[in-house]
């Protein structure tokens, strides 16, 4: 089975996170990204002891988000280098290799971007509602 890749971030301060982070900007560097094999019969992943062996890969994404009049403006931009280490007898064309995984990786970056947007959104009703609640407290 196939499972999510495990990743290890941090952002431009060091801090593995970036919704802490009061500025309208931040940006994420990616320093391992490990692909996982997923048992489908028990759902646990295995992951790789040494990814380096297998990949390669340097990704970097930046956000920012301004306040608008309807809500919160967010962007989000990334760039990722991919080298898969295949062995010089692999079979299979390199040309051939790089049209099956292309979509492969668009789509996860897609994914993840998704994801992270998804992520904020919900953070953001969290706050909303702590919000609310609070002003009915102030109310009372």
């Given at each position: 089975?196939?499972?999510?890749?495990?990743?290890?971030?941090?952002?431009?301060?060091?801090?593995?996170?970036?919704?802490?982070?009061?500025?309208?900007?931040?940006?994420?560097?990616?320093?391992?990204?490990?692909?996982?094999?997923?048992?489908?019969?028990?759902?646990?992943?295995?992951?790789?002891e040494d990814p380096g062996e297998l990949i390669e890969t340097n990704t970097k994404v930046v956000m920012r988000w301004r306040q608008v009049k309807t809500g919160l403006r967010v962007s989000q931009e990334a760039?990722?280098?991919?080298?898969?280490?295949?062995?010089?007898?692999?079979?299979?064309?390199?040309?051939?290799?790089?049209?099956?995984?292309?979509?492969?990786?668009?789509?996860?970056?897609?994914?993840?971007?998704?994801?992270?947007?998804?992520?904020?959104?919900?953070?953001?009703?969290?706050?909303?509602?702590?919000?609310?609640?609070?002003?009915?407290?102030?109310?009372?």
């Open positions: 089975g196939r499972a999510p890749p495990r990743s290890q971030c941090l952002d431009s301060r060091g801090a593995p996170t970036f919704f802490s982070r009061p500025s309208m900007w931040v940006e994420v560097s990616v320093l391992e990204t490990n692909p996982g094999l997923m048992d489908a019969a028990s759902g646990e992943v295995e992951y790789q760039s990722q280098r991919f080298l898969l280490k295949v062995p010089g007898w692999f079979p299979v064309p390199d040309a051939v290799i790089e049209a099956v995984l292309r979509p492969f990786i668009e789509q996860s970056i897609a994914g993840s971007q998704r994801g992270v947007v998804e992520r904020l959104q919900d953070l953001l009703r969290a706050a909303d509602s702590q919000s609310e609640r609070k002003g009915a407290l102030h109310r009372a």
